[in-house]
Protein backbone atom coordinates (compact mmCIF):
# COMPACT_ATOMS: atom_id res chain seq x y z
CA UNK A 1 0.00 0.00 0.00
CA UNK A 2 1.21 3.51 -0.86
CA UNK A 3 1.55 6.39 1.73
CA UNK A 4 2.95 9.75 1.55
CA UNK A 5 3.25 11.43 5.04
CA UNK A 6 4.06 14.83 5.08
CA UNK A 7 5.29 16.68 8.77
CA UNK A 8 6.97 19.60 10.19
CA UNK A 9 4.30 22.29 9.33
CA UNK A 10 3.55 24.50 11.82
CA UNK A 11 3.45 28.37 12.76
CA UNK A 12 6.38 30.74 12.29
CA UNK A 13 6.82 34.43 11.98
CA UNK A 14 7.32 36.30 8.57
CA UNK A 15 11.15 35.78 8.48
CA UNK A 16 11.17 32.41 10.03
CA UNK A 17 12.01 28.76 8.53
CA UNK A 18 10.68 25.34 8.41
CA UNK A 19 11.64 22.38 7.37
CA UNK A 20 8.76 19.68 5.87
CA UNK A 21 9.32 15.96 5.40
CA UNK A 22 8.03 13.77 3.09
CA UNK A 23 8.15 9.81 4.18
CA UNK A 24 7.19 7.75 1.15
CA UNK A 25 6.66 3.76 1.79
CA UNK A 26 4.87 0.78 -0.81
CA UNK A 27 6.11 2.49 -4.13
CA UNK A 28 9.87 2.95 -5.87
CA UNK A 29 11.63 6.15 -4.87
CA UNK A 30 15.05 6.49 -5.77
CA UNK A 31 14.21 6.82 -9.91
CA UNK A 32 10.89 9.01 -9.31
CA UNK A 33 10.56 12.40 -9.36
CA UNK A 34 8.99 13.65 -5.98
CA UNK A 35 7.76 16.88 -5.94
CA UNK A 36 5.98 20.00 -3.47
CA UNK A 37 2.62 21.83 -4.12
CA UNK A 38 0.71 23.82 -1.88
CA UNK A 39 -2.84 25.05 -1.74
CA UNK A 40 -4.20 28.02 0.16
CA UNK A 41 -7.67 28.49 1.03
CA UNK A 42 -9.60 29.45 -2.35
CA UNK A 43 -6.75 29.09 -4.25
CA UNK A 44 -5.84 26.42 -6.81
CA UNK A 45 -2.70 23.55 -5.48
CA UNK A 46 0.23 25.25 -6.87
CA UNK A 47 3.65 23.96 -7.76
CA UNK A 48 6.17 24.39 -5.34
CA UNK A 49 9.41 22.28 -6.26
CA UNK A 50 10.09 18.85 -7.76
CA UNK A 51 13.10 16.57 -7.40
CA UNK A 52 14.41 14.00 -10.16
CA UNK A 53 17.49 13.99 -11.77
CA UNK A 54 17.91 17.57 -10.79
CA UNK A 55 15.70 20.30 -8.89
CA UNK A 56 13.28 22.77 -10.31
CA UNK A 57 11.43 25.61 -8.25
CA UNK A 58 8.20 27.94 -8.61
CA UNK A 59 8.85 31.60 -9.44
CA UNK A 60 7.29 32.02 -6.19
CA UNK A 61 9.81 30.73 -3.90
CA UNK A 62 13.21 30.62 -5.87
CA UNK A 63 16.02 31.69 -4.03
CA UNK A 64 14.30 30.65 -0.84
CA UNK A 65 13.17 26.81 -0.85
CA UNK A 66 15.27 24.27 -1.28
CA UNK A 67 14.06 20.77 -2.13
CA UNK A 68 16.31 17.83 -0.89
CA UNK A 69 15.75 13.96 -0.82
CA UNK A 70 17.43 10.79 1.05
CA UNK A 71 16.50 7.80 -1.18
CA UNK A 72 18.15 5.44 1.92
CA UNK A 73 15.22 7.23 3.71
CA UNK A 74 12.45 7.11 1.08
CA UNK A 75 12.36 10.93 2.06
CA UNK A 76 11.66 14.19 0.65
CA UNK A 77 12.99 17.35 2.70
CA UNK A 78 11.37 21.22 1.24
CA UNK A 79 13.42 23.82 2.98
CA UNK A 80 11.90 26.52 3.55
CA UNK A 81 13.70 30.07 4.64
CA UNK A 82 13.06 33.87 4.66
CA UNK A 83 9.37 32.93 5.03
CA UNK A 84 6.82 35.41 4.00
CA UNK A 85 2.58 35.78 5.19
CA UNK A 86 2.07 34.22 1.63
CA UNK A 87 3.59 31.34 2.02
CA UNK A 88 0.88 30.04 4.21
CA UNK A 89 -0.69 27.05 2.54
CA UNK A 90 -1.21 23.72 3.20
CA UNK A 91 1.81 21.56 1.59
CA UNK A 92 1.42 18.57 0.32
CA UNK A 93 3.86 16.13 -1.64
CA UNK A 94 3.30 14.05 -4.95
CA UNK A 95 4.79 10.93 -7.06
CA UNK A 96 5.18 10.35 -10.25
CA UNK A 97 6.12 6.97 -12.03
CA UNK A 98 9.04 8.96 -13.80
CA UNK A 99 12.05 11.36 -13.09
CA UNK A 100 11.96 13.61 -15.37
CA UNK A 101 10.08 17.40 -15.35
CA UNK A 102 7.28 16.97 -18.31
CA UNK A 103 4.33 19.09 -16.97
CA UNK A 104 6.17 19.07 -13.84
CA UNK A 105 3.88 21.91 -12.68
CA UNK A 106 0.77 19.86 -13.61
CA UNK A 107 -1.15 17.86 -10.55
CA UNK A 108 -2.26 15.62 -12.76
CA UNK A 109 0.82 14.49 -13.67
CA UNK A 110 1.58 12.99 -10.23
CA UNK A 111 0.22 9.35 -9.41
CA UNK A 112 -0.15 9.61 -5.28
CA UNK A 113 -0.47 12.56 -3.02
CA UNK A 114 0.24 12.82 0.69
CA UNK A 115 -2.12 14.49 3.28
CA UNK A 116 -0.54 17.89 3.26
CA UNK A 117 0.76 19.39 6.71
CA UNK A 118 -0.24 23.12 7.15
CA UNK A 119 1.94 25.94 7.59
CA UNK A 120 1.03 29.31 8.71
CA UNK A 121 3.35 32.23 8.36
CA UNK A 122 2.46 35.48 10.56
CA UNK A 123 3.12 38.30 9.63
Known amino acids: QVHLVESGGGLVQAGGSLRLSCAAS????????MAWFRQAPGKEREFVAG?????TYGDSVKGRFTISRDNAKKTVYLQMNSLKPEDTAVYFC???????????????????WGQGTQVTVSS
Open 26 to 33: GLTFSTKT
Open 51 to 55: IGWSE
Open 94 to 112: AWRSTRDFHAVETTTAYDY
